[in-house]
């Protein structure tokens, strides 16, 4: 049985940083694209970033390019997100995500989910 399990999440100031974690367990680890998604409230789901297995290849969204660094351990199983320079507009349900496969960045591609972590921003 796969689990995704995140962690980190919590309430910071307009300027400040975050490290969110997910932990896999029950998947060939290495072998696993790893993404990051967030919802906030009344939007849809959206593509933050994604790592490849081997860690050799990173994805960002736009919005968050420059800001967020994905990162994985595969001898601990677990993915990093590591987010700089939070605004209110990351304010969201952030989502870790795995599939086997080519990189994706539509959340229909993914097919293992963790069951989120509150992020929020005040201004």
């Known amino acids: 049985q796969v689990q995704l399990v995140e962690s980190g999440g919590g309430l910071v100031q307009t300027g400040g940083s975050l490290r969110l974690s997910c932990a896999a367990s029950?998947?060939?680890?290495?072998?696993?694209?790893m993404g990051w998604f967030r919802q906030a409230p009344g939007k849809e789901r959206e593509f933050v970033a994604a790592?490849?297995?081997?860690?050799?290849?990173?994805y960002y969204a736009d919005s968050v390019k420059g800001r967020f660094t994905i990162s994985r351990d595969n001898a601990k199983n677990t993915v990093y997100l590591q987010m700089n320079s939070l605004g209110p507009e990351d304010t969201a349900v952030y989502y870790c995500a795995a599939r086997f496969g080519t990189p994706a960045t539509m959340s229909a591609q993914y097919r293992y989910w963790g069951q989120g972590t509150q992020v929020a921003v005040s201004s």
């Open positions: 790592i490849r297995g081997s860690g050799s290849n990173t």
């Open positions: 029950g998947l060939t680890f290495g072998g696993a694209v």
